[in-house]
C-alpha cells in the first residue's frame, strides 16, 4: 500500500504538470523561413548579403503582402539581399527577448506599443540622415507625419492613417425594423432600444481584453461632444476627470449598461465580433475602416455613418480619429552589421506594404506610382476623410506600454455594464498621470 | 434486489457522468464536420450536411506533415533523455548512499514549481549562447529539464519499493554497480517507465511557452505552436476548419493513451504487488 | 551491501549530468530574475535598482490581492470540493461490473489528455450567454433566471474557470483513488462484514484510513497544480473583465510581459515562488506524519 501510493501520487504529480506548465495556446505566431530565389540573376562576384527580418502576421492582409508582395518581388528588386524571415502576431514579446539578448533582427516590424523601450535602449535606428540622403523622404506626402521626438525610427505606408473608426450597419435590418441612421448619440440609443426590443443584438464590438474600448470608442464617445476635448487629451493637457471626458465614458457605459452590445460582451473577442455582424446576428457594428474592404465584398447590404453627435461643437463626419502612429511600420537595428542594407530592405518593405493598400483601394502617404479604383464604400469613406475638418490621432499610441495595457484592461470593464465611469477614473486617471510617453 | 437495483443506479449516474467527459470528443468532431455558416446557428446539435472539406482544408493548409514530424522528434528526444538520465538520478538518490540525497530530492522538486514564463529570457539568451537556436536539440534540452523533476519523482518512489536484496545478489553474481543497473534494476521497472513514456509523451506533445519562443524558424516548429498559428491566420472565426485541425493535433496523444492505458494500470498496481 | 555501489564515481555519473541540465537551465535562469525584482526593468533593459519598490507596489495593488483570492478560491475547490467527488466516484466505480469501469476509466482520462486550449475553447462555448450550452439548458428547462454571464460576470468568472479547471482533472484523480482502493487487500472487508458492518461504515472505517496516504499525496498535487493555473485563465477570459479573473501566474505573465514592468512581474514571480515553498513545506511536514503499514 505504502509503495503504491508514491507511484500512483508521482503520477498525479507528473499529471498535475500538465496543468501548471499547460500551454498557452491562444497566442498565435506564424514563422516563415526561407530564403529568396532566382539567385542567379546576381552580378557575379557579389556575395548576398544576409538579412533577419522580423514582420507581423496578425491578419489576412499582412499574409497577403508577406507572400504575393514581399516575397514575390524580393528577387527582381533587391537582388544580393537574402532574407530569413520570421513571422509573428506578437512581435512585441519576440523583440523583448531578442532586445534583452542582444540578438536584434537587422529589420523587423516597430508598433508603438513597444517601439519607445526599444529606441530608449538604443537599439532602434534613427533613418532620418539616411533616408535623406537617399531622397527616399520625399515620396512621402506627409513627412511630419514620420517623426517622432528627435528623429524618424519607422518606415510605413502611411495606409494607417487613414484608417478610421465606424460604424458599420445591415441596412435591411435597420429598414424592417423602421430605423433611420443616428445623427445623435440619443437617436443611437433610441435605435438600440428599438432593436433589443425586436430581439437584435443592436451593436458587435469586440469587448475582451478591452479591445474597443480602449482603440477607439471612448476617445470617440468624447469627441462627439466635443473634438477639442479629445484633442486636449491627445496632448496630454487634460486628465480623465475633465467633465467631457467623463460624459464620453458615461455614453459608453450607458450602452453597455442597456446590453447594446449584447451578452457577454466584455469577453468577446475580434473574430467573434466580426461574425456576429456578418452573420446578420447584430445590427451595428463599431471598428476601423480596415475591415471595410473585406465587409464590402461579403457583406451585401452593408453600409456606412459617421458617429453620431452628443452636443453642437460635433456634426456627424467633422471630426475624425486617425490610426497611425510614427512609431508603426518597419525599423532598423542600430546593432545591424549591414546598416546599409538593412536601410534598403526597409524602404522596399514600406514600397510593398503601400503597393498592396493601393491595389486595394486604400489610401497612403507612401507614393509607388500605382492607382487604383476604389469600391463605392471605401470611396465614400475616402470621401468622408478628407471632408472631416479635424484629424485626431489616436489616443492609444499616445501611451506607454503600461499606461496602454491599464487602459484597455480597465476599459474592458466599461462593456460589463456595472462599472461607473466614476470607478474608471478612480482607476485609470493615476496611471494616465504617469504615462511616461511624453517624457 | 435493492442492492441490485442501487447497482443499476450507479452504473447509470456513472455512464452519464462518463458521457460528460466525452463531451469534448463530441464538440471537436461536430464542429470539425460542420460548415462556418452553421455552426453559428446551432453550435451544438449535430451537422445537417456533413462536411469533409475541413479535414482536407485543415490539413492542405498548414503545414501539418513539418509540424507533425518536429513534434515527434521533440517528443521522441526529450522522451530517452528523460528516461535515460531521469532514472539514473532517481536510482542514485534513492539507493546510494550520499550525504545530500535528501537535499538533492527537495531540490528536483524545485522544478514542479518554477512557472516556464518567468525564466525565458536567461533561458534563450543562453540557447543562443550555446548556439544550438533552431537546432533540436535547442529545445529538446530545455524540455528535458523542465520535465526532469516529475520523472524523478516518481521513479524514485519506485526504486524505493524495490528490495535491497537485487544489487546484493547481483554484486554476488559480480556485476558492477553500472551492469546491475542496466541489466537487472531497469529491467524491473519497466511498468513505471511505461507510464512515465506516456505522461511524457502527453506532456510534450503539448508543451507551448518553451517551443513558442525558443524557436524561431517554421522548419523547426512543433504542432502546438503551428496549430496557434493556424488559429490566427483563419481568424478564430471557421469553427469547422478549427475543429478539424484539433482533432488532427489530438489525435496521437489520444492514440497513445488508448493504446497504454492498461499499462498505466498495470503500473500503478504493480507498486502493491512487489510490495 | 549498497555501499559497495555508492562509490564517488558511480554517484557522479549516475547524478551528475540530470543535476548538471537541470541546474542550469531550470535553477540558474531563476537568479537573473530575484535580481531584475529588485529593478525598474520593462522587458527591454534595466532602468537601475529601486530596492523594495516594486514589492511594495505589489503589496498595495488590488490586482495582486484579488490574484491571491482568485488563486485561493480555485485551490479550495479543487480540494475541498475536487478531492471528495473524486473519491465518491472512486467508490462508486469500485462497487461496478468491469465494463463500466473500463468505460468510465476511458472517459475520465479523456479531458486530461487533451490541451488545455481545447478544453478552455470548449468552456467558452458552453459558457457563452446567447447561445452556449448552459444557459440554453437552463431555458429550455425553464430556469431562464439562473442564466448568466458566466464569464463577464465581475462575482461569478472565477468560480466559472474553475469548474472548467476542475472539471478536466476529475477523471485522472478518481482514477488515481481508485488505484489505491483496489491495492487494499479483500481480506479487510471480509473482516468487517464478518463484524456487519455496511459498506458506508466500512468505507468510513476501513478504506480512508487505509487510503490516507493517497488522499494526502493527491491533496498536495491538487495544491500545488492549483496554485500555477494559468493556461485556462488565459484562454478563457485573459484575467478579465478587468483584472477580475487572474490568478497569481496570470498576474505575474500579466505585469512582465502585458504591461511590460518585468521588474514588477519578477518580483510577482519571487513571491509566487516563494508560496509554493512554504506551502511545500508546511504540507511536507503534515504528509511525512506516520504511515499506516499493513
Same mark, same amino acid.
Given at each position: 500500500?505504502?509503495?503504491?501510493?508514491?507511484?500512483?501520487?508521482?503520477?498525479?504529480?507528473?499529471?498535475?504538470?500538465?496543468?501548471?506548465?499547460?500551454?498557452?495556446?491562444?497566442?498565435?505566431?506564424?514563422?516563415?523561413?526561407?530564403?529568396?530565389?532566382?539567385?542567379?540573376?546576381?552580378?557575379?562576384? @557579389?556575395?548576398?548579403?544576409?538579412?533577419?527580418?522580423?514582420?507581423?502576421?496578425?491578419?489576412?492582409?499582412?499574409?497577403?503582402?508577406?507572400?504575393?508582395?514581399?516575397?514575390? /518581388?524580393?528577387?527582381?528588386?533587391?537582388?544580393?539581399?537574402?532574407?530569413?524571415?520570421?513571422?509573428?502576431?506578437?512581435?512585441?514579446?519576440?523583440?523583448?527577448?531578442?532586445?534583452?539578448?542582444?540578438?536584434?533582427?537587422?529589420?523587423?516590424?516597430?508598433?508603438?506599443?513597444?517601439?519607445?523601450?526599444?529606441?530608449?535602449?538604443?537599439?532602434?535606428?534613427?533613418?532620418?540622415?539616411?533616408?535623406?540622403?537617399?531622397?527616399?523622404?520625399?515620396?512621402?506626402?506627409?513627412?511630419?507625419?514620420?517623426?517622432?521626438?528627435?528623429?524618424?525610427?519607422?518606415?510605413? $505606408?502611411?495606409?494607417?492613417?487613414?484608417?478610421?473608426? =465606424?460604424?458599420?450597419?445591415?441596412?435591411?435590418?435597420?429598414?424592417?425594423?423602421?430605423?433611420?441612421?443616428?445623427?445623435?448619440?440619443?437617436?443611437?440609443?433610441?435605435?438600440?432600444?428599438?432593436?433589443?426590443?425586436?430581439?437584435? @443584438?443592436?451593436?458587435?464590438?469586440?469587448?475582451?481584453?478591452?479591445?474597443?474600448?480602449?482603440?477607439?470608442?471612448?476617445?470617440?464617445?468624447? @469627441?462627439?461632444?466635443?473634438?477639442?476635448?479629445?484633442?486636449?487629451?491627445?496632448?496630454?493637457?487634460?486628465?480623465?476627470?475633465?467633465?467631457?471626458?467623463?460624459?464620453?465614458?458615461?455614453?459608453?457605459?450607458?450602452?453597455?449598461?442597456?446590453?447594446?452590445? &449584447?451578452?457577454?460582451?466584455?469577453?468577446?473577442?475580434?473574430?467573434?465580433?466580426?461574425?456576429?455582424?456578418?452573420? /446578420?446576428?447584430?445590427?451595428?457594428?463599431?471598428?476601423? $475602416?480596415?475591415?471595410?474592404?473585406?465587409?464590402?465584398?461579403?457583406?451585401?447590404?452593408?453600409?456606412?455613418?459617421?458617429?453620431?453627435?452628443?452636443?453642437?461643437?460635433?456634426?456627424?463626419?467633422?471630426?475624425?480619429?486617425?490610426?497611425?502612429?510614427?512609431?508603426?511600420?518597419?525599423?532598423?537595428?542600430?546593432?545591424?552589421?549591414?546598416?546599409?542594407?538593412?536601410?534598403?530592405?526597409? @524602404?522596399?518593405?514600406?514600397?510593398?506594404?503601400?503597393?498592396?493598400?493601393?491595389?486595394?483601394?486604400?489610401?497612403?502617404?507612401?507614393?509607388?506610382?500605382?492607382?487604383?479604383?476604389?469600391?463605392?464604400?471605401?470611396?465614400?469613406?475616402?470621401?468622408?476623410? /478628407?471632408?472631416?475638418?479635424?484629424?485626431?490621432?489616436?489616443?492609444?499610441?499616445?501611451?506607454?506600454?503600461?499606461?496602454?495595457?491599464?487602459? $484597455?484592461?480597465? &476599459?474592458?470593464?466599461?462593456?460589463?455594464?456595472?462599472?461607473?465611469?466614476?470607478?474608471?477614473? =478612480?482607476?485609470?486617471?493615476?496611471?494616465?498621470?504617469?504615462?511616461?510617453?511624453?517624457? | 434486489?435493492?442492492?441490485?437495483?442501487?447497482?443499476?443506479?450507479?452504473?447509470?449516474?456513472? #455512464?452519464? #457522468?462518463?458521457?460528460?467527459?466525452?463531451?469534448?470528443?463530441?464538440?471537436?468532431?461536430?464542429?470539425?464536420?460542420?460548415?462556418?455558416?452553421?455552426?453559428?446557428?446551432?453550435?451544438?446539435?449535430?451537422?445537417?450536411?456533413?462536411?469533409?472539406?475541413?479535414?482536407?482544408?485543415?490539413?492542405?493548409?498548414?503545414?501539418?506533415?513539418?509540424?507533425?514530424?518536429?513534434?515527434?522528434?521533440?517528443?521522441?528526444?526529450?522522451?530517452?533523455?528523460?528516461?535515460?538520465?531521469?532514472?539514473?538520478?532517481?536510482?542514485?538518490?534513492?539507493?546510494?548512499?550520499?550525504?545530500?540525497?535528501?537535499?538533492?530530492?527537495?531540490?528536483?522538486?524545485?522544478?514542479?514549481?518554477?512557472?516556464?514564463?518567468?525564466?525565458?529570457?536567461?533561458?534563450?539568451?543562453?540557447?543562443?549562447?550555446?548556439?544550438?537556436?533552431?537546432?533540436?536539440?535547442?529545445?529538446?534540452?530545455?524540455?528535458?529539464?523542465?520535465?526532469?523533476?516529475?520523472?524523478?519523482?516518481?521513479?524514485?518512489?519506485?526504486?524505493?519499493?524495490?528490495?535491497?536484496?537485487?544489487?546484493?545478489?547481483?554484486?554476488?553474481?559480480?556485476?558492477?554497480?553500472?551492469?546491475?543497473?542496466?541489466?537487472?534494476?531497469?529491467?524491473?521497472?519497466?511498468?513505471?517507465?511505461?507510464?512515465?513514456?506516456?505522461?511524457?509523451?502527453?506532456?510534450?506533445?503539448?508543451?507551448?511557452?518553451?517551443?513558442?519562443?525558443?524557436?524561431?524558424?517554421?522548419?523547426?516548429?512543433?504542432?502546438?505552436?503551428?496549430?496557434?498559428?493556424?488559429?490566427?491566420?483563419?481568424?478564430?472565426?471557421?469553427?469547422?476548419?478549427?475543429?478539424?485541425?484539433?482533432?488532427?493535433?489530438?489525435?496521437?496523444?489520444?492514440?497513445?493513451?488508448?493504446?497504454?492505458?492498461?499499462?498505466?494500470?498495470?503500473?500503478?498496481?504493480?507498486?502493491?504487488?512487489?510490495? | 551491501?549498497?555501499?559497495?555501489?555508492?562509490?564517488?564515481?558511480?554517484?557522479?555519473?549516475?547524478?551528475?549530468?540530470?543535476?548538471?541540465?537541470?541546474?542550469?537551465?531550470?535553477?540558474?535562469?531563476?537568479?537573473?530574475?530575484?535580481?531584475?525584482?529588485?529593478?525598474?526593468?520593462?522587458?527591454?533593459?534595466?532602468?537601475?535598482?529601486?530596492?523594495?519598490?516594486?514589492?511594495?507596489?505589489?503589496?498595495?495593488?488590488?490586482?495582486?490581492?484579488?490574484?491571491?483570492?482568485?488563486?485561493?478560491?480555485?485551490?479550495?475547490?479543487?480540494?475541498?470540493?475536487?478531492?471528495?467527488?473524486?473519491?465518491?466516484?472512486?467508490?462508486?466505480?469500485?462497487?461496478? %461490473?468491469?465494463?463500466?469501469?473500463?468505460?468510465?476509466?476511458?472517459?475520465?482520462?479523456?479531458?486530461?489528455?487533451?490541451?488545455?486550449?481545447?478544453? %478552455?475553447?470548449?468552456?467558452?462555448?458552453?459558457?457563452?450567454?446567447?447561445?452556449?450550452?448552459?444557459?440554453?439548458?437552463?431555458?429550455?428547462?425553464?430556469?431562464?433566471?439562473?442564466?448568466?454571464?458566466?464569464?463577464?460576470?465581475?462575482?461569478?468568472?472565477?468560480?466559472?474557470?474553475?469548474?472548467?479547471?476542475?472539471?478536466?482533472?476529475?477523471?485522472?484523480?478518481?482514477?488515481?483513488?481508485?488505484?489505491?482502493?483496489?491495492?487494499?487487500?479483500?481480506?479487510?472487508?471480509?473482516?468487517?462484514?464478518?463484524?456487519?458492518?455496511?459498506?458506508?461504515?466500512?468505507?468510513?472505517?476501513?478504506?480512508?484510513?487505509?487510503?490516507?496516504?493517497?488522499?494526502?499525496?493527491?491533496?498536495?498535487?491538487?495544491?500545488?497544480?492549483?496554485?500555477?493555473?494559468? %493556461?485556462?485563465?488565459?484562454?478563457?477570459?485573459?484575467?478579465?473583465?478587468?483584472?477580475?479573473?487572474?490568478?497569481?501566474?496570470?498576474?505575474?505573465?500579466?505585469?512582465?510581459?502585458?504591461?511590460?514592468?518585468?521588474?514588477?512581474?519578477?518580483?510577482? %514571480?519571487?513571491?509566487?515562488?516563494?508560496?509554493?515553498?512554504?506551502?511545500?513545506?508546511?504540507?511536507?511536514?503534515?504528509?511525512?506524519?506516520?504511515?499506516?503499514?499493513?
Amino acid at each position: 500500500m505504502r509503495k503504491n501510493w508514491k507511484t500512483g501520487t508521482a503520477l498525479i504529480m507528473s499529471l498535475l504538470l500538465l496543468t501548471a506548465c499547460g500551454n498557452s495556446g491562444n497566442t498565435p505566431a506564424s514563422e516563415q523561413t526561407n530564403t529568396a530565389p532566382g539567385k542567379e540573376k546576381e552580378v557575379v562576384n @557579389q556575395q548576398p548579403v544576409k538579412l533577419k527580418l522580423l514582420t507581423i502576421s496578425s491578419d489576412q492582409a499582412r499574409q497577403t503582402i508577406m507572400k504575393e508582395y514581399i516575397k514575390a /518581388n524580393l528577387a527582381n528588386e533587391l537582388p544580393g539581399i537574402e532574407i530569413e524571415y520570421e513571422e509573428t502576431s506578437d512581435v512585441g514579446a519576440k523583440m523583448k527577448v531578442y532586445n534583452a539578448s542582444g540578438e536584434l533582427p537587422d529589420v523587423f516590424w516597430s508598433g508603438a506599443d513597444y517601439a519607445t523601450a526599444i529606441i530608449n535602449a538604443g537599439n532602434q535606428l534613427n533613418l532620418e540622415q539616411s533616408i535623406t540622403d537617399s531622397g527616399f523622404i520625399n515620396k512621402f506626402a506627409v513627412k511630419e507625419a514620420l517623426k517622432y521626438k528627435d528623429g524618424i525610427y519607422a518606415l510605413s $505606408s502611411g495606409a494607417d492613417a487613414y484608417f478610421t473608426p =465606424k460604424i458599420f450597419y445591415h441596412k435591411d435590418i435597420f429598414q424592417a425594423n423602421n430605423i433611420e441612421i443616428p445623427t445623435t448619440y440619443d437617436e443611437l440609443v433610441q435605435a438600440s432600444e428599438k432593436l433589443l426590443e425586436a430581439g437584435i @443584438q443592436p451593436i458587435a464590438a469586440p469587448g475582451k481584453g478591452g479591445w474597443a474600448p480602449a482603440f477607439f470608442m471612448i476617445q470617440n464617445m468624447i @469627441q462627439i461632444e466635443d473634438p477639442a476635448v479629445a484633442q486636449q487629451l491627445v496632448e496630454n493637457k487634460i486628465d480623465f476627470t475633465h467633465p467631457v471626458v467623463k460624459n464620453g465614458l458615461d455614453r459608453v457605459v450607458k450602452l453597455a449598461e442597456m446590453g447594446a452590445f &449584447g451578452p457577454g460582451a466584455a469577453n468577446v473577442d475580434y473574430g467573434p465580433a466580426k461574425e456576429a455582424f456578418t452573420q /446578420n446576428k447584430a445590427a451595428m457594428y463599431m471598428m476601423f $475602416s480596415w475591415e471595410l474592404a473585406d465587409l464590402e465584398a461579403n457583406v451585401p447590404d452593408v453600409g456606412i455613418f459617421d458617429w453620431p453627435s452628443a452636443g453642437e461643437k460635433y456634426t456627424p463626419g467633422s471630426a475624425i480619429q486617425f490610426w497611425g502612429s510614427p512609431l508603426a511600420g518597419y525599423a532598423v537595428s542600430a546593432k545591424s552589421k549591414n546598416v546599409e542594407a538593412a536601410v534598403k530592405l526597409a @524602404q522596399y518593405l514600406a514600397e510593398q506594404d503601400a503597393k498592396y493598400f493601393t491595389d486595394t483601394g486604400s489610401l497612403v502617404t507612401l507614393d509607388v506610382g500605382a492607382t487604383s479604383t476604389p469600391a463605392p464604400l471605401m470611396q465614400a469613406n475616402i470621401d468622408a476623410y /478628407n471632408e472631416a475638418n479635424i484629424k485626431i490621432p489616436s489616443l492609444t499610441v499616445m501611451m506607454d506600454p503600461k499606461t496602454s495595457t491599464e487602459y $484597455s484592461n480597465f &476599459g474592458s470593464l466599461l462593456m460589463t455594464g456595472d462599472y461607473t465611469s466614476d470607478d474608471f477614473i =478612480k482607476d485609470f486617471n493615476d496611471l494616465w498621470l504617469a504615462n511616461t510617453y511624453f517624457e | 434486489m435493492r442492492n441490485r437495483a442501487l447497482r443499476i443506479a450507479i452504473r447509470m449516474l456513472l #455512464i452519464i #457522468i462518463g458521457i460528460f467527459f466525452i463531451f469534448p470528443l463530441y464538440w471537436m468532431l461536430n464542429m470539425s464536420f460542420k460548415s462556418k455558416e452553421e455552426f453559428y446557428v446551432t453550435p451544438f446539435a449535430l451537422p445537417k450536411q456533413w462536411i469533409v472539406d475541413n479535414y482536407i482544408n485543415a490539413f492542405q493548409s498548414y503545414n501539418f506533415l513539418v509540424y507533425f514530424k518536429n513534434s515527434l522528434i521533440y517528443t521522441a528526444g526529450t522522451l530517452v533523455l528523460i528516461l535515460f538520465l531521469g532514472s539514473m538520478l532517481a536510482y542514485c538518490l534513492s539507493r546510494m548512499e550520499w550525504r545530500f540525497s535528501k537535499y538533492a530530492l527537495s531540490y528536483i522538486s524545485l522544478g514542479l514549481v518554477i512557472p516556464v514564463n518567468v525564466v525565458m529570457i536567461p533561458l534563450f539568451i543562453m540557447i543562443i549562447d550555446l548556439n544550438i537556436q533552431n537546432t533540436y536539440m535547442g529545445l529538446i534540452i530545455p524540455l528535458f529539464a523542465f520535465g526532469l523533476s516529475a520523472c524523478v519523482l516518481m521513479l524514485y518512489a519506485f526504486f524505493r519499493s524495490l528490495p535491497k536484496e537485487l544489487e546484493e545478489a547481483a554484486c554476488i553474481d559480480g556485476c558492477n554497480v553500472y551492469q546491475s543497473y542496466f541489466r537487472i534494476i531497469l529491467p524491473i521497472i519497466k511498468p513505471a517507465i511505461a507510464t512515465q513514456c506516456v505522461l511524457i509523451f502527453m506532456n510534450v506533445w503539448n508543451e507551448f511557452p518553451l517551443s513558442y519562443i525558443l524557436v524561431t524558424k517554421e522548419a523547426f516548429r512543433p504542432l502546438t505552436v503551428g496549430l496557434a498559428n493556424f488559429f490566427m491566420e483563419i481568424g478564430v472565426t471557421d469553427w469547422g476548419l478549427i475543429g478539424a485541425a484539433m482533432i488532427l493535433s489530438s489525435l496521437p496523444t489520444m492514440i497513445v493513451y488508448a493504446s497504454a492505458s492498461e499499462q498505466i494500470e498495470n503500473a500503478l498496481t504493480a507498486g502493491a504487488i512487489l510490495k | 551491501m549498497t555501499r559497495f555501489f555508492s562509490t564517488n564515481t558511480s554517484i557522479f555519473i549516475f547524478a551528475f549530468p540530470a543535476l548538471f541540465i537541470f541546474t542550469a537551465f531550470v535553477v540558474y535562469p531563476l537568479f537573473p530574475e530575484i535580481v531584475i525584482s529588485f529593478q525598474k526593468h520593462n522587458g527591454f533593459s534595466s532602468q537601475g535598482f529601486v530596492g523594495f519598490k516594486n514589492y511594495i507596489e505589489i503589496f498595495s495593488s488590488n490586482s495582486f490581492w484579488k490574484a491571491n483570492t482568485n488563486t485561493f478560491i480555485i485551490v479550495l475547490l479543487s480540494t475541498a470540493a475536487g478531492l471528495p467527488i473524486s473519491l465518491l466516484l472512486a467508490f462508486l466505480l469500485d462497487s461496478q %461490473a468491469n465494463g463500466t469501469r473500463r468505460y468510465f476509466k476511458a472517459a475520465g482520462m479523456l479531458p486530461a489528455i487533451l490541451s488545455v486550449t481545447v478544453i %478552455a475553447q470548449m468552456w467558452m462555448a458552453i459558457y457563452e450567454p446567447q447561445w452556449g450550452l448552459l444557459n440554453s439548458l437552463l431555458r429550455a428547462i425553464g430556469l431562464e433566471s439562473l442564466s448568466q454571464e458566466w464569464l463577464t460576470d465581475r462575482g461569478i468568472v472565477i468560480f466559472s474557470v474553475a469548474v472548467a479547471f476542475l472539471w478536466q482533472y476529475i477523471g485522472l484523480n478518481t482514477l488515481l483513488f481508485y488505484t489505491g482502493l483496489k491495492s487494499i487487500p479483500k481480506t479487510y472487508y471480509e473482516a468487517a462484514l464478518m463484524d456487519g458492518a455496511g459498506p458506508v461504515k466500512s468505507a468510513l472505517m476501513i478504506t480512508i484510513p487505509l487510503l490516507q496516504e493517497v488522499i494526502k499525496f493527491v491533496l498536495v498535487i491538487s495544491i500545488l497544480g492549483s496554485m500555477g493555473m494559468f %493556461a485556462h485563465v488565459e484562454v478563457m477570459t485573459g484575467g478579465g473583465p478587468g483584472y477580475f479573473s487572474r490568478t497569481i501566474v496570470y498576474e505575474l505573465y500579466y505585469k512582465a510581459f502585458m504591461s511590460s514592468e518585468f521588474g514588477v512581474g519578477s518580483a510577482v %514571480a519571487v513571491i509566487y515562488v516563494l508560496q509554493c515553498i512554504l506551502i511545500t513545506l508546511v504540507l511536507n511536514r503534515f504528509v511525512a506524519r506516520e504511515k499506516i503499514e499493513f
